[in-house]
């Protein structure tokens, strides 16, 4: 029997729906896999479904983060950042420093940090130019994660994620919920990508790491989000909602949902492609969304 010290261990900052995904599928595939949450009920769910589960609120270090560390050899941290930084490393930077057994380390970040290209297509080489706070933050933090890579030759990777979906978090739960909404805003494009070609990017990454490289991770389809609930109302065999033009829809909109109005571009994700050589599991938003409803999600 292989001992469980001689396995790959994943120890994940923010053990999330996407490092969750993740965690699960390296599981499968023999490996250890830890991680945090905020709060103690979050904590017995993640030691309910087999992790090693550690409270983090990012207010205040981890209780015993060298026993927490011990062993691992695959770090992921998708914690969003705050006003005065990334909290990970606000904490943690030494610890992580002082980590011999790490092989690769990846961050979560957004292709928000991009901002607004009135259309134009961005690649992994594409200045940042984000248009709000949380972006700011998002490449600021990026910064400070690359910076420790250089500093303390630490085999960092950056993902800037396009809209997440999948089960339970996708256009078909919006149309049973009844909150769903057709906006028109033409010419007016978002990208996004199933949670399971996080994983599968991600995997990739781990299998041909390459410290300091930076990945747009998306799908192949920018889509407008009217169109998308449209696909969701038609799988689920009910009428679309009507359309609504932007500037109408606008007048009710909160801060938070007029902020992801703000931005429009088309994100490359070729680099997955080429140097990672991913094939996306589902390449546009109608065989995610089928993939999802088969799921029962």
């Known amino acids: 029997m292989t001992d469980s010290a001689s396995r790959p261990r994943l120890f994940c900052f923010g053990l999330g729906y996407s490092a969750g995904r993740l965690a699960h599928a390296l599981i499968a595939d023999g490996w250890r896999a830890a991680g945090t949450t905020r709060t103690a009920a979050g904590q017995a769910h993640l030691a309910a479904e087999g992790f090693d589960a550690y409270r983090f609120d990012g207010d205040t270090p981890l209780a015993d983060a060298q026993a927490s560390l011990a062993g691992t050899t695959h770090l992921l941290a998708s914690v969003p950042p705050g006003p005065e930084g990334d909290a990970v490393l606000i904490h943690h930077a030494g610890d992580i420093r002082a980590l011999k057994t ?20 961005v690649d992994e080489s594409s200045n ?72 599968n990017v991600i995997r990739a990454s781990i299998a041909k790491p390459n410290p300091g490289a930076v990945y747009n991770v998306c799908d192949d389809e920018a889509a407008s989000p009217a169109d ?28 938070m949902a007029l902020s992801f109005w703000r931005d429009n571009r088309r994100v490359s994700n070729r680099r997955i ?16 969304l089928r993939a999802v409803l088969a799921e029962g999600g």
């Open 128 to 199: 940042l130019n984000p248009t709000s706070q949380r972006g700011r933050q998002r490449a600021d933090a990026e910064a400070a994660w690359l910076r420790l890579a250089r500093d303390g030759d630490l085999p960092v990777h950056v993902f800037r994620l396009a809209g997440i979906y999948g089960p339970g978090r996708s256009a078909l739960d919006q149309v049973r919920s009844g909150t769903a909404r057709r906006i028109d805003k033409p010419e007016h494009l978002f990208s996004r990508i199933h949670v399971d070609d996080i994983a």
């Open 228 to 255: 998308v609930t449209a696909f969701a109302c038609d799988l689920l065999g009910v009428a679309p909602p009507p359309a609504i033009p932007f500037e109408e829809a606008r007048v009710s909109m909160s801060p």
């Open 102 to 121: 790490l092989a690769w380390i990846g961050y979560l970040s957004t292709t928000g940090v991009y901002g607004d290209t009135l259309g134009a297509t």
């Open 273 to 288: 492609g080429d140097e990672l050589g991913v094939m996306l599991k589902y390449p546009n938003y109608r065989e995610g």
